[in-house]
Nanobody
Framework: QVQLEESGGGLVQPGGSLKLSCLAS????????MYWYRQAPGKGRDLVAT????????NYPVSVRGRFTISRDNAKNTLYLQMNNLKPEDTAVYYC?????????WGRGTQVTVSS
């Protein structure tokens, strides 16, 4: 059973940084691309970062490019999202995601609030 558990969210001032983690289990983590999404209040879930199974092939939308960095440690089955220069519009619940055997799996998410 695929399980994803996000952590590391919190309240941060504009311009601050946070590092999110996603601990994965129930599948061979190193075989799969991984994704970070976010969902702001009243909005849909948006993709914010992608990483290939071996750590290559990272990709970001313009809204976070240059501020967010996705990475992974396959030995620890853990996905990361380093977020710098945070803005109020980055406030959202952040989720990690994986597609395994045609099924999309999500964690419960971690809340990130950017406010002074």
């Amino acid at each position: 059973q695929v399980q994803l558990e996000e952590s590391g969210g919190g309240l941060v001032q504009p311009g601050g940084s946070l590092k999110l983690s996603c601990l994965a289990s129930g599948f061979t983590f190193s075989d799969y691309a991984m994704y970070w999404y976010r969902q702001a209040p009243g909005k849909g879930r948006d993709l914010v970062a992608t990483i290939g199974s071996d750590g290559s092939g990272t990709n970001y939308p313009v809204s976070v490019r240059g501020r967010f960095t996705i990475s992974r440690d396959n030995a620890k089955n853990t996905l990361y999202l380093q977020m710098n220069n945070l803005k109020p519009e980055d406030t959202a619940v952040y989720y990690c995601n994986v597609w395994v055997s045609g099924f999309s799996s999500w964690g419960r998410g971690t809340q990130v609030t950017v406010s002074s």
